[in-house]
């Protein structure tokens, strides 16, 4: 993200989460462990568990990305730091040797067994309250119900999906919505399940020549390298070597509102094995395609980094393992679809410098494309393919948003003992990755957890004090 995306955080009301506030905790959690670039360290950890280097592997991709950077006016250097306002960097990751661990693997496995207790197999119902406080945890597990009390108080980390879906299966939420599908009102909570923003992508295509891209087979000769050393393309972050922030020609603010995806594969690469039904594509998705099938073919993608757009989840019923219902509303409002036709025609001119010329990138035409293929206009063609070729980057938050439904201090609003602490207490979605800034939440959760854990311990001794007394 961006430092002003904190600051835009604070000025909504909540303080103790500006730029100033949340950086040690971004700082707390993060090993950089990266030599290949000059960066300000002021910005960066050192001393934290997750280890972040730049991408173990680059390719002539990644090198005409960062070249084309240049041709087009940007410096290459640490988007993270002094290049927030703009600039083109070599992917920064969350891997150590090639692997990603994950934050269960770095943050929690260590304390497995001591004071944390994992239990698998076992689905969340509901919470439990005794009025407006909660209490406890009802699930299923290997058949069977039940409920797990708890001493101090309830931290709920589903997601920005699970999150509020737990919170109004529990009677938290829109009590007319909740009547609707057979759940009895504990508090009347309207904003849960609003507020759902997303980062959609969509990109530039384009054939290269060989040896320049990820290529399935030639990869496999290479596999040993990996498990051996974590280095060659299995070490790339899912064929992303290279990112940018830039920004579109519609929106005025002094944060990029595009980030770029630099990637060496395509729907093409892998011949319509995965890639093709992960996506979910349509049958006649295939005729763009399949052209470029057994080539090589990278993909310069475009990602809104701010839409205005909301959606929503509700509850499809009060069944527990059914899935809620997710309406994103993506390009539901005209600013972002302009916004991203901005963005695409940046990932053209990427295509078009002559940094790509050198490794013979051509862009797909569009005479093989089903659904916009006939527009001969470039701007009604673009606001066609948006709608056609975007896609979810995964990034789902807001709908338990600070400010709303919970405090700044994370408590659910109007209840006690509860908390939610995960991507969903987002009131604005970041402009960037929302990895790093979730765990920085985490990171600053448990710190105000601590907090008043040892306030509460006080308040009970002074308590006890005076009872003696």
């Known amino acids: 993200g961006n430092k002003g995306d904190y600051d835009e955080w604070e000025a909504l009301g909540l303080d103790g ?30 001393d934290g568990p997750m280890v972040v280097t730049p991408s173990a592997y680059t390719d002539g991709i990644t090198e005409a990305f960062l070249e084309a950077g240049k041709e087009l006016g940007y410096k290459t250097g640490d988007i993270n730091t002094e290049l927030q306002g703009g600039g083109f960097t070599v992917s920064h990751t969350v ?54 009390m708890a001493r101090k ?49 969509s990109s530039v295509n384009v054939d290269v020549n060989p040896e320049n891209s990820l290529d399935i087979l030639r990869s496999l000769k290479r596999f040993p390298e990996w498990i ?72 310069i993608i475009a990602t809104l980094n701010r839409p205005k757009s909301r959606g929503f989840i509700k509850l499809k019923d009060k069944d527990p393992f ?26 053209k001119k990427i295509a078009e410098t002559e940094a790509f010329k050198k490794i013979g990138a051509k862009t797909w035409e569009k005479r093989h494309e089903p659904y916009c293929g006939h527009l001969d206009d470039e701007y009604e063609y673009l606001r066609c393919y948006v709608t056609a070729w975007s896609f979810t980057l995964y990034h789902p938050t807001g709908t338990c948003s ?29 402009g960037g990755n929302t990895n790093a800034p979730t765990i920085m939440i985490a990171e600053k959760a448990a710190d105000m957890i601590l907090q008043d854990i040892d306030t509460h311990s006080q308040e009970d001794s002074i308590k006890a004090m005076k009872d003696e007394l």
């Open 17 to 46: 989460w500006g730029w100033e506030d949340v950086l040690p905790y971004f700082k707390k959690s993060e090993n950089y462990s990266g030599e290949d670039i000059d960066i300000d360290m002021t910005e960066h950890g050192r």
């Open 322 to 347: 059914s899935h809620p219902i997710i309406d994103p509303n993506y390009l539901g409002e005209e600013e972002d679809i302009e916004a991203f036709i901005s963005g695409l025609k940046f990932c």
């Open 402 to 430: 600070m400010g709303k439904v919970t405090d700044e201090r994370l408590k659910v609003k109007g209840l006690e003992g509860l908390r939610v602490v995960d991507a969903s207490v987002m009131p604005i979605i970041v």
């Open 95 to 148: 891997t150590s040797e090639g692997k990603r661990p994950g934050t269960y693997k770095v943050f929690a496995e260590k304390f497995e067994g001591a004071n944390l207790t994992v239990m698998k197999f076992t689905h969340v119902r509901k919470i439990v309250f005794e009025g407006t406080k909660a209490v406890g945890i009802e699930v299923s597990r290997f058949g069977n119900i039940e409920t797990i």
């Open 228 to 299: 051996q050393n974590g280095t060659g393309p299995f070490a790339a972050p899912g064929g992303c070597t290279g990112l940018a922030h830039i920004h579109s020609d519609v929106k005025e603010d002094k944060r990029p509102d595009i980030q770029i995806h630099m990637v060496s594969i395509t729907h093409a690469t892998d011949m319509g094995f995965f890639l093709f039904d992960n996506f979910n594509l349509e049958e006649d998705a295939w005729k763009y395609i399949q052209p470029h099938v057994g080539g090589e073919s990278a993909g």
């Open 153 to 201: 108080e309830i931290t709920l980390s589903a997601g920005a999906i699970g999150s509020p879906q737990i919170l109004m299966l529990s009677g938290v939420g829109d009590s007319d919505e909740l009547r609707s599908v057979g759940i009895h009102p504990v508090h009347h909570l309207p904003d849960v399940g609003k507020n759902l923003q997303d980062h959609l992508i």
